[in-house]
């Protein structure tokens, strides 16, 4: 059995889950809602605005699922990635690195991506005050004990040593 439903699936399931939200409350805003997510013959809904807005985001979806998690660190270009944000989701037990990373570095081309450390233990940061975003020069591992992997990363600004138990590349940013 197939447990993953298709965009149009998921369309049903999130149209019958707020059938019932609505049945509880009778929000008028739900119900509106509910009557443009109707679908029509073709598959389609009857506000043709809500299927694009679906298909994005199931697309979204879709692009923050790690391309292969856990990775070796050697399978991530660390050099030249510039660090744009460093979040702490704790709920997730993650440590997330937004990056602007090199996709073609003789076109000069980076891409908006996360690298997302899962286990997260902690990190050290020993940097040295700098205007603007910290650039990654490259990446090692430190340690290994108990299922933790340490990484250094040396930055143009010094370094930041990260303990987690795997790391991810994702092919979006992610926010809290």
């Not at 043709?48 to 697309?59: H, I």
């Not at 998690?69 to 944000?85: E, G, M, T």
């Not at 440590?95 to 090199?102: A, D, F, R």
Request: charged letters at 20%.
């Amino acid at each position: 059995m197939n447990d993953k439903l298709t965009p149009d699936e998921a369309m049903v399931a999130m149209h019958s889950f707020l059938e019932m939200y609505w049945e509880r409350g009778h929000s008028e805003e739900i119900a509106c809602l509910l009557s443009s997510l109707i679908l029509q013959e073709d598959g389609s809904c009857a506000d043709p605005a809500l299927s694009g807005d679906w298909e994005q985001c199931v697309q979204r979806v879709i692009n923050t699922r790690p391309q292969s998690s856990p990775v070796s660190i050697s399978q991530i270009h660390w050099h030249d990635c510039v660090v744009v944000a460093c979040i702490e989701l704790p709920e997730k037990d993650q440590l997330v690195l937004t990056v602007e990373y090199p996709e073609d570095w003789e076109r000069n081309q980076f891409s908006k991506r996360s690298i997302v450390f899962t286990g997260f233990h902690q990190m050290t940061i020993n940097e040295i005050p700098f205007d603007g975003c910290p650039t990654i020069l490259s990446a090692a591992t430190t340690e290994q004990s108990d299922g933790y992997i340490g990484i250094r990363l040396e930055t143009n600004a010094g370094y930041r040593e990260i303990t987690a138990k795997s790391v991810a590349l994702m092919s979006e940013w992610l926010t809290a």
